[in-house]
């Protein structure tokens, strides 16, 4: 994984939800949004962080995705990518 800073954002309404974080920090940017569909006091639901939730992990599977095709490429024998 690299550590390339991820955005993500919801917008509901007149609030902004932002979230940043790294590859390294994705169970923490998964708990942060449980703690805030679990504030009363936000408009941010556990749908909310069920979406959001959801497009980490899809980010996490494309990452993932390429960075095995560039080690498999990496090792094929010259010639053959």
């Known amino acids: 994984m690299n550590d390339d800073v991820n955005v993500l954002a919801l917008v509901k309404g007149k609030e902004r939800y932002l979230f940043l974080y ?3 920090q994705q169970a923490e940017a998964l ?5 805030q ?3 009363p006091e936000l408009s941010f639901t556990w749908y909310d962080a069920a979406v959001l939730s959801r497009r980490i992990r ?3 599977k494309k990452h993932t995705a390429i960075n095995d095709r560039i080690a498999r490429r990496a090792a094929l024998p010259k010639g053959e990518l």
């Open 22 to 24: 790294s590859d390294s």
């Open 31 to 35: 708990r942060a949004l449980g703690r």
């Open 37 to 39: 569909a679990s504030n």
């Open 58 to 60: 899809n980010e996490a």
